[in-house]
């Protein structure tokens, strides 16, 4: 819309607009109905179903393979990803030593996290729904020179507690 | 170039004209034209074979539409052909095709090896359905092992029958075989334990699925978009095949051919193929060791400062000409320059012999030079030579590539092939004629025959039914000449006796117009060593400072071993097990006060060494290298953690602490310089060589006329109750790329007294059993019946550690006494 159409009424009513929006807000982080603004961290949100936090690395939880990984270390989420941040090296699976079901599983999956972009490219190339993005955002640390704190290596990120 | 030239017809493809060549089938005119016609079954080194249609197209071929479509692997063009490639017709078919394919095919890419570079999983891609409809059972057989570097995944196979194929007609083994009929026909391998495979690898890059894939690769090396590429050369042999080194995370994952047509043509042996463990094998040397009471490991600095003292004391306290230096012939041709110029300015000696093929006393003269400089051929030159003679040489060991391609081309009936040499080899099995003569009798050998060929002096009989061929050479004619000759007491003479040879075929039959002498040398830059060694009358340039050597390997030691010389310094050279004479290099290496190693790897030199240097694999050095047809390539190194030093680091090391100056700043600094002192030879920089390398003529001597003698040496026989002992080289031996790479391991290698079944038979002895070699029972080696060795001869392994035949060799060739031994078990 042009500005000359919308007039000096129109600009004055969105600027009035915009003003009683941030007010009601404003009320609402005192406790009000239109809560957007939280008392982060004493109170965190429950993100979106789609939300693309921090990833996992799945385990079977019912049939034949329950307890497995469902990696196979087929790297085709390192091939998608456009950052560079994974690194699969795969080997073979033993009778005895037993990781994943089929012959190939991951013994290196790193993730080096200061390089995601959470695009969720992984998630999608994974034939076997292996790596997931769970809900965890927390991810930033003031410990950058510690070494590895932000590489996540294949305990990391399976079996990993999720908070919400 | 004795070829008909190639003829063109024209015909039309999706309504284009086009010209392709009358000889080859549409599939590949077209490919080449850029036309997209899936196939799996046809490969460019097999005849056409039509199982797997998916090359259909449709053709009209004089006026009249072919029925049904035709398999383009199979079709030859005929003028006013035409052919059409995405007709509906055509596209349809091929879809089908597929999903037949894929009937049986696992779903299974993320876990499979192939993944990535499959012909399968492209062509599913490029022409499929998208989806299967096939919801039955899938025919599964558990995976097999075809041979110790092979792997079979039974249900990716598609049974285009390449590898099947590829055993029959190329390389000859029968290792790989179909079984049972229809869905269930599955591969089957014949692989002989004993025997170690030798070209089987080529089935890997070949089967167009993950069916077949190296054990090597299995899973921990990555996928294949995940390699990094670098192109280097196969280091075994001189023919120089041309490699992709891929390495990922810091090491080395495999060795893939780079298919350069021109000089390997995609045909790696296994050897050179799954030979890449020892560059990251813990034994490497990494730190320097010393010796004095007791040996000490310290590090490479502290190593070269020590041999810079010790190397300077001597200078100082002798004069000039008080160090003898070697080198082996693995090192890049800018290293010998290094070499050359540590020689002439730090060490001040012209004692010094840099490369493995003259091991003679004196330096090559001018004719010697002659022959190897000039009168040479491309590779493909031999392959299209009317007539190839190869000479004193098994090409299968000595040049494996070379020689697969030798063999396919007289299958095929492409050339003719006439071997002599001291045993029946491999590569005999298509020649027109194969003789042989006793090991040591190459000389005799050529001799006699120019004399049949010239008709003057004496003939031995058994050389007139070559002779016979050889005047009826056709249009070309190329000899190939190998290691009897580099093992004969002295090369230069055997090689000036073959350049007369040369000359007398080309008189003796009419319609030659041409002749050529291509040596096979021992090593990857034999020739490069050469040439650096004899640069200044090899080519026309000159360097300062440095001058030419006063002799050969021979004379080095020689000078060594009467105490002339006070220290010997040795790059990567396992002189003691590699020189016939042992006995020389043993009072050499006691006569003089130090002895300087450089070289990755212990080896039986290096433990006698009282300052051992470590030094990077080829795989650590970058540089050029020249092969048999003088053509010059680069191997470059991958990204791998190991770091390992340079020829010159070593040489400015130790340079350095003798207070001189370095000999060359850097490495490209020593590129352009070899470039400006060797005119013509592009080796400027590295980037500049295209990865195929460029070819270099060496300027030798020129000569007017060979005088050749005609007088034959008397014939070698071992006297009653003696057999000739024959030092072979053979594709696996004790070289570190072999001796230290784990997957060889499981490789059976030829350690062993090969006897004909002949003479096993007169000594009592059977296979497995020892014999004792020499009157002191010097070799000591479990028999192998052969019907290819030679009666009255015994073949041993040129190159084994343990039991080295320089034990015996003094003075090849040697007869020695053989006896069973009672009391040595067997194997
Ligand atoms: S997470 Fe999925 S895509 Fe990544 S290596 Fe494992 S199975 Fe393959
Ligand atoms: S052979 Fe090719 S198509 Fe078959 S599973 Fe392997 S990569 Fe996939
Ligand atoms: S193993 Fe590979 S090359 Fe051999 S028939 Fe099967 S698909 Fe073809
Ligand atoms: S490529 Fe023609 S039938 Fe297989």
């Known amino acids: 819309m042009s500005r000359a159409k919308v007039g000096l009424f129109g600009s004055i009513k969105a600027l009035a607009d915009g003003l009683i929006i941030t007010l009601k807000q404003f009320g609402g982080a005192f406790g009000g109905r239109n809560t957007a603004t939280v008392q982060y961290p004493v109170k965190k949100l429950k993100m979106q179903e789609r939300f693309r936090g921090l990833h996992r690395l799945e385990r079977y939880t019912e049939g034949p393979f329950k307890g497995l990984e469902k990696c196979i270390g087929c790297a085709l989420c390192a091939a998608a990803c456009p950052a560079e941040v994974i690194t699969v090296v795969a080997a073979e699976n033993t009778e005895e030593n037993r990781f994943s079901p089929g012959e190939r599983y991951a013994v290196v999956y790193d993730m080096d996290m200061l390089r995601c972009i959470f695009c969720g490219m992984c998630t999608e190339a994974c034939p076997t729904g292996a790596i997931v993005m769970k809900h965890d955002y927390e991810l930033a640390d003031d410990r950058r020179r510690e070494p590895n704190k932000f590489m996540y290596h294949k305990e990391d990120l399976l079996d990993r507690e999720f908070h919400w | 170039m004795a070829r008909k030239p190639i003829e063109y017809v024209e015909i039309e493809i999706d309504g284009q004209a086009v010209k392709v060549p009358a000889n080859q089938v549409v599939l590949w005119s077209a490919r080449e034209l850029g036309y997209d016609i899936p196939h799996f079954c046809a490969h460019r080194w097999l005849v056409p074979y039509g199982a ?73 891609r490029d022409h499929g359905m998208g989806e299967g409809r096939f919801r039955e059972q899938k025919r599964i057989r558990p995976d097999a092992s075809m041979n110790p570097y092979i792997r079979l995944n039974y249900k990716r196979c598609i049974h285009c029958k390449r590898c099947v194929n590829y055993a029959s007609d190329i390389d000859g083994s029968y290792f790989l075989q179909f079984v049972d009929r229809g869905a269930e026909t599955y591969i089957e391998s014949f692989d002989d334990p004993a025997a170690a495979p030798r070209f089987s690898g080529n089935v890997i890059d070949m089967c167009p699925v993950g069916a077949l894939t190296a054990k090597s690769y299995r899973f921990t090396m990555g996928r294949p978009w995940e390699q990094e590429l670098k192109p280097s050369i196969g280091a075994l042999d001189s023919v120089g095949a041309n490699i992709w080194l891929n390495a990922r995370l810091g090491d080395v994952a495999r060795i893939v051919p780079r298919d350069n047509p021109t000089v390997e043509n995609g045909m790696l042996d296994d050897a050179t193929r799954f030979g890449w463990e020892f560059i990251e094998d813990p034994r490497r040397l990494t730190r320097a060791l010393v010796r004095g009471e007791e040996e000490t490991r310290v590090s490479r600095l502290a190593g070269e400062t020590e041999a810079g003292r010790i190397l300077g004391r001597i200078v100082n306290e002798h004069g000039p000409g008080s160090v003898g230096l070697l080198a082996g012939a693995g090192l890049n041709t800018e290293e010998y320059l290094a070499l050359k110029l540590f020689a002439g300015r730090v060490l001040n000696t012209s004692y010094y012999n840099l490369g493995d093929c003259m091991s003679s006393i004196e330096v090559p003269d001018d004719a010697t030079l002659a022959t190897v400089g000039s009168g040479f051929t491309t590779i493909e030159g031999i392959l299209n030579a009317a007539t190839v003679l190869t000479l004193g040489c098994d090409l299968f060991e000595e040049a494996p590539s070379l020689g697969l391609r030798l063999d396919i081309a007289a299958r095929r009936g492409l050339l003719r092939l006439l071997n002599a040499r001291s045993q029946q080899s491999g590569i005999d099995r298509f020649a027109e004629l194969s003789l042989d003569y006793p090991f040591g009798g190459l000389l005799r050998f050529v001799r006699g025959l120019t004399n049949a060929l010239t008709g003057q002096g004496e003939v031995p009989p058994e050389v007139t039914p070559l002779a016979e061929r050889l005047r009826q050479a056709g249009e070309d004619c190329a000899i190939v000449c190998g290691d009897e000759v580099w093992l004969s007491e002295d090369p230069p003479t055997v090689l000036k006796a073959l350049a007369a040879l040369r000359e007398a075929i080309a008189q003796a039959s009419p319609d030659t117009k041409a002749v050529y002498l291509n040596p096979v040398y021992k090593s990857v830059n034999s020739a490069g060593a050469l040439l650096v060694n004899c640069f200044e009358r090899l080519t026309d340039g000159r360097l300062e400072g440095v001058t030419a050597p006063v002799g050969c390997l021979g004379k080095v030691l020689e000078a060594a071993a009467a105490g002339k010389l006070k220290a010997l310094v040795i790059f990567d050279k396992d002189v003691l097990v590699r020189y016939q004479h042992r006995d020389v290099v043993e009072k050499a290496l006691k006569n003089v006060e130090a002895v300087i190693y450089c070289g990755a790897f212990p080896n039986a030199t290096s433990e006698r060494a009282h300052v051992h240097l470590p030094l990077g694999t080829w795989a650590h050095r970058e540089g050029f290298v020249i092969n048999l047809e003088w053509r010059v390539q680069k191997r470059l190194v991958a990204s791998i953690d190991s770091v390992a030093p340079s020829v010159l680091d070593v040489v400015n090391g130790i340079a350095a602490a003798m207070g001189q100056s370095p000999v060359a700043a850097d490495l490209p600094a020593l590129r352009a310089q070899l470039a400006r002192v060797i005119p013509g030879l592009p080796t400027n920089t590295l980037d500049d060589l295209p990865d195929q390398g460029l070819p270099f003529s060496p300027k030798p001597p020129a000569l007017d006329r060979l005088k050749a003698s005609t007088d034959l040496p008397a014939e070698v026989a071992a006297p009653d109750g003696q057999l000739l002992l024959t030092p072979k080289r053979f594709l696996y031996n004790d070289r570190e790329e072999i001796r230290f790479s784990r997957v060889f391991d499981k490789i059976p290698k030829p350690f062993y007294a090969f006897l004909n079944p002949a003479d096993a038979a007169k000594l009592g002895v059977s296979d497995g059993e020892w014999i004792g070699l020499g009157g002191g029972h010097e070799l000591e080696l479990p028999v192998q019946l052969a019907a290819w060795v030679r009666p009255g001869s015994v073949v041993v392994n040129d190159y084994y550690l343990a039991q080295p035949a320089n034990r015996l060799a003094g003075a090849a060739p040697a007869a020695v006494a053989v006896k069973k031994l009672a009391g040595v078990g067997k194997d």
Do not use: Y
Request: hydrophobic share 35%.
């Open chain 2, 52 to 124: 797997c249609r998916m090359c259909l197209v449709k053709v009209e071929a004089g006026g009249r539409m072919m029925p049904k479509l035709q398999t383009s692997c199979s079709l030859m063009p005929a003028e006013g052909m035409k052919i059409w490639t995405k007709d509906p017709e055509v596209i349809q078919a091929r879809r089908e095709q597929l999903e037949f394919h894929l009937l049986n095919h696992p779903l299974e890419c993320p876990v499979c090896d192939k993944g990535g570079e499959c012909m399968l999983q492209d062509q599913t």
